[in-house]
């Protein structure tokens, strides 16, 4: 099972004494929706709170409907409910609801739309993707205007960060963004894109088409006046090749955005700004800047 | 990465997990879901509740089996098709051979005590299997793949045993204590940063234990309270209820005489102030001013009338959030309201009390108590949660690392299995920081080291993966070098060789020790009743009064079969040791010298492993933090990108000097690519109090 959720609703319970706002969604002290249009399928997809579920738990019902039940036993504290339809067709009202979105496996229309509705509401919805290919993973988070206190030394200090949407921080052109950002970011674009011009659900691509791939790596990297090099061959093979989920990148990630979870909701700690990169083969969890502030 | 087919051959990998705590549930659960199909697991401990919100593998009514069963039957629910192999035993216990460890493709360990660790250790060098280590604590983690003659053993770099704190006078049993604090109002400012863990310490060790533990104690609130100079009357005891006072007098007078009196008098001698900050002297009337000191009546009857099932000083006075930060006036109410509750609810537990975390109404009293202390010497007060976490030694155990901390151990897992050469990178060490840390130690009452730490993220690289070390040539465990003992012989008894050298420092449970051909001493359950009575007697003979006398010069071979552990020593008589410094009268060479730091007067070579540098600790262990009462060894491994260990990748041929092959522990500062520093100990800037650790 996936560490993500459960991690999240631990932490949130581990001391009895800590104790939430009401209205959360995640981080499990106050409630936790999942939403999935899809029935039981290999592959871990869901708009909320993900948990790629046993692979071998067939019949009907829905991925959310499964987690839904499991999650329930886990804390009997925890109100977790499912909210079935296409997020994409939610209205921004839905999303009035929750303190904090996570999303997962999205392709980038709808992660763009999810984004906006939680920035039209009046209040602040915490907003975070999450996305793992290959051995890679993905975290972006966006909590638009966030302030928080901060001890430092004997005092203690307000600190005030502004966050891009998701839509603005991918378009910030590449040449303008530090040399050393990870070479994971410019990959993903490149296969977020390759997907959304050829219509593909998320992670729906395989060896064939790596060759179009290439090639528009090569139409972005011209575009972006971006040398090729730094989107390497391989690492592009690798995210369009073996798409599904590794579950201890998954269990990596799924810490990680449950640590950021509990900060947004406590306005205790640093929260990441603004992604966060993993790649198992070398081992480096990064967090860049990729913001427009 | 691993293609398709590279992981499906991970069906054909046979692991051994040891432990099944908080890193063995996520690690278990990771383990199956990644494709392992022949999973062993070892852990002798069972179910508390304690354990459940986060070994989430666990349910309520679990509570009392057997962990490594209970994970089993859990994760066989999801993955039915997997074997998984429990051991509700003792991973020391014989039947777990160098032979039961070969048949593993790598062990992966999960515990949360040294000597367990190093036990693993020594049967992975033995059956050379790959061994990855790991460790959390609060918001930081470890995971280190160790690899016979490729890699750094886990005891390549020594852990220093837990230090005990120059302060706790603050116990009755002064045995356990190295040096005596006379004066217990210099505690909070003596050992500079600590100043608010020392309130907490006074506050439960002293105050807490005064009030309501054991009278007949020794208890050094004692020395103010007969204090010559003020009282005509040297054996009154202040904390003794008078007669026609009530509760609320009472605690006025205890109040007044431990943050107002005794720091006055503390404050009249002007020696101990020269170099300190002068704390103030705190008075009821000057805190509760601008209110009547309820002396009785309405107060009390709502106390003795209300039906507080559960009693709380904060539910009593409305404070909701235990984060908050009281003021001082708030902390003295709650200071009142929690006394009184004790002695108006609680009269038959006051004398047998002894400080437990989960006892809020005690819990309440200490924050309070240490939160008004603090103030009487400028330092910054803390919430019920953080006074909480200090005074029941735990390090609040995040589930979050322990999820990241299972995937990066199942990550490295499968690399060691697939072969290092399929992947495009070499076995690695991961750190989990972009974490500021301050840290610092204080003794538990039972002589502990405890670290606290806080979280602060920092620098762009959250997960720092490290290049793993070449073995240490001088590490005694891998690398079979002699050690050398310096012992008065003519004093020290074999018991005491036995006893503080071969199975403390050198770790071993079933040693044997032989000088030259004949046999001194071992142990073990097959022994005949005259071998087990001469070795009994050679157990208290001085070292050069042994069959085959041990001298200077002699060379003992000590081992553990077991762990196929030999060890040479070379002995070196020495006549005098500083009782201070070398309290165990001998000193043992060869193992990794710590680092010496500028803070750190006494880190020499030739510490006995035990009280080693104050900053800039050597590696220690990252623990897996439990509910319980979490050991942590002081001082966290530093390992900065920049370190100046020989890595893998270095060219082997090299002749560099010993120096450099050492590795300096020292904190550096990051190389300019911006990859971050894990600080974990002095040196940082502290969030609060400053971070020596001591």
Same mark, same amino acid.
């Given at each position: ?41 290999? +592959?871990?997809?869901?708009? #909320? ?5 046993? +692979? ?18 886990? #804390? ?6 499912? /909210? ?30 999810? #984004? ?51 839509? /603005? ?26 997907? /959304? ?21 090569? /139409? ?53 700004? #603004? ?19 | ?54 070994? !989430? ?38 039947? !777990? ?98 100043? !608010? ?126 984060? %908050? ?143 793993? !070390? ?202 300019? %690519? ?21």
């Amino acid at each position: 099972m996936n560490g993500e959720e459960l991690t999240e609703q631990e932490t949130a319970l581990y001391d009895r004494q800590i104790r939430f706002c009401k209205n959360i969604v995640l981080a499990g002290v106050g409630s936790l929706t999942l939403n999935d249009d899809n029935p039981v399928t290999e +592959e871990a997809l869901a708009a #909320n709170f993900l948990i790629p579920f046993d +692979e071998n738990m067939g019949g009907g019902g829905s991925l959310a409907g499964l987690c839904c039940d499991c999650l329930k036993d886990f #804390n009997p504290m925890v109100h977790v409910s499912v /909210e079935k339809g296409d997020l994409s067709s939610f209205d921004v009202d839905f999303f009035q609801k929750f303190d904090v979105v996570v999303i997962s496996c999205c392709s980038l229309a709808a992660k763009k739309l999810v #984004n906006e509705k939680c920035r039209k509401l009046s209040k602040r919805v915490a907003f975070y993707t999450v996305d793992c290919r290959d051995s890679c993973g993905e975290i972006f988070v966006d909590l638009q205007k966030y302030a928080y206190a901060k001890k430092k030394a004997d005092e203690t200090v307000e600190c005030q960060l502004q966050y891009s949407s998701f839509e /603005e921080a991918i378009a910030i052109p590449w040449r303008s963004l530090p040399k050393r950002v990870s070479k994971l970011y410019f990959a993903m674009r490149v296969v977020e894109r390759f997907e /959304e011009v050829e219509r593909r659900k998320p992670g729906e691509t395989s060896i064939e088409d790596l060759p179009k791939v290439l090639k528009l790596r090569n /139409e972005l990297c011209l575009a972006h006046s971006l040398n090729e090099s730094q989107i390497p061959d391989s690492l592009l093979e690798r995210l369009v090749v073996s798409t599904k989920e590794f579950p201890p990148v998954s269990a990596v990630l799924g810490g990680i955005l449950g640590q950021e979870v509990i900060k947004a909701i406590s306005g205790k700690g640093d929260p990441l700004k #603004n992604f966060f990169f993993f790649d198992a083969v070398d081992g480096k969890g990064l967090i860049e800047d990729i913001s427009t502030s | 990465m691993a293609s398709g087919q590279q992981l499906s051959a991970i069906k054909g990998a046979k692991v051994l997990m040891v432990g099944a705590g908080g890193i063995g549930c996520e690690l278990l659960k990771t383990l199956a879901l990644s494709g392992f199909h022949d999973i062993h697991i070892i852990d002798m401990d069972t179910i508390e509740v304690s354990n459940l919100n986060r070994q !989430f593998l666990f349910r309520q009514s679990h509570v009392g089996q057997s962990k490594a069963k209970v994970a089993r039957d859990a994760v066989l629910r999801f993955r039915p098709n997997i074997s998984i192999t429990p051991y509700h035993a003792n991973v020391k216990d014989s039947s !777990f051979n160098v032979d039961f460890f070969k048949q593993f493709s790598v062990v992966l360990n999960g515990l949360d005590n040294l000597d367990a660790r190093r036990h693993v250790n020594r049967l992975c060098l033995a059956a050379d299997v790959p061994l990855v280590e790991s460790g959390t604590t609060g918001f930081l983690g470890q995971v280190t793949v160790h690899i016979k003659g490729q890699t750094e053993c886990y005891e390549c770099q020594p852990k220093p045993a837990p230090k005990t704190y120059p302060v706790c006078t603050i116990t009755s049993t002064p045995s356990k204590m190295k040096g005596v604090v006379k004066d217990p109002d210099l505690l909070s400012i003596d050992h500079h940063g600590t100043g !608010f863990v020392h309130c907490i310490v006074w506050a439960k060790d002293l105050l807490f234990a005064k009030l309501f533990g054991d009278k007949k104690q020794d208890n050094d609130l004692n020395v103010r309270s007969n204090d010559a100079a003020t009282s005509s009357d040297h054996s009154e005891d202040i904390f003794e209820p008078k007669k026609d006072e009530d509760i609320q007098q009472y605690a006025n007078r205890v109040y007044d005489h431990v943050f107002g009196h005794n720091i006055q008098t503390a404050l009249s001698n002007e020696e101990t102030w020269k170099n300190r900050n002068k704390p103030r002297p705190i008075y009821v009337k000057e805190v509760l001013s601008d209110e009547p000191i309820q002396q009785n009546g309405n107060a009390e009857k709502s106390l003795v009338n209300d039906n507080l099932s559960s009693l709380s000083a904060m539910t009593y006075l409305g404070l909701k959030n235990p984060q %908050d930060i009281w003021s001082l006036k708030e902390n003295t109410r709650v200071f009142f309201a929690a006394l009184k509750l004790f002695f108006s609810k609680r009269q038959k537990e006051i004398g047998n009390l002894t400080f437990d975390k989960d006892d809020s109404l005690a819990v309440e009293f200490v924050t309070a108590a240490a939160n008004i202390r603090a103030a009487s010497f400028n330092i910054p007060l803390h919430s019920l949660f953080e006074a909480k976490g200090i005074a029941g030694n735990i390090v609040h155990a995040v589930a979050t690392t322990n999820a990241i901390i299972a995937g990066l151990i199942v990550i490295e897992a499968i690399k060691s299995y697939l072969d290092v050469a399929m992947w495009t990178c070499r076995v690695t060490c991961y750190n989990i920081s972009g974490m500021k840390w301050t840290s610092f130690s204080v003794a538990g009452t039972d002589g502990v080291g405890m670290t606290y730490c806080l979280e602060h993220p920092s620098r762009k690289m959250l997960l720092m993966p490290v290049e793993p !070390f070449e073995p240490n040539e001088s590490c005694y465990v891998c690398s079979e070098t002699p050690l050398l003992l310096e012992v008065n012989t003519n004093r020290a008894k074999l018991r005491d060789l036995v006893e503080k050298v071969v199975t403390s420092k050198l770790g071993m449970s079933l040693p044997l020790i032989t000088h030259g051909s004949s046999l001194l001493y071992e142990v073990g359950d097959d022994l005949e009743e005259d071998e087990v009575a001469n070795y009994a007697a050679n157990l208290e003979k001085v070292l050069s009064e042994l069959p085959y006398a041990i001298t200077g010069g002699t060379i003992i071979t000590v081992e553990d079969l077991q762990q196929e552990l030999v060890c040479n020593i070379n002995i070196k008589h020495r006549e005098e040791f500083d009782e201070e410094k070398e309290p165990d009268g001998m000193v043992l060479h060869g193992w990794t010298p710590a680092p010496a730091t500028e803070k750190n007067e006494d880190a020499t070579d030739n510490n006995n492993g035990a009280s080693t540098s104050s900053a800039a600790k050597p590696a220690a262990d990252v623990m897996e933090a439990d509910d319980e009462l979490s050991i942590i060894e002081p001082g966290i491994e530093t390992i900065s990108a920049g370190g100046k260990k020989r890595k893998l990748s270095d060219v082997p041929n090299s002749e560099a000097p010993l120096d450099e092959k050492r590795a300096k522990k020292i904190p550096e500062k990051p190389e300019s %690519d911006g990859d971050v520093i894990v600080m974990l100990d002095d040196g940082n800037d502290d969030i609060r109090d400053s971070s020596t650790v001591v």
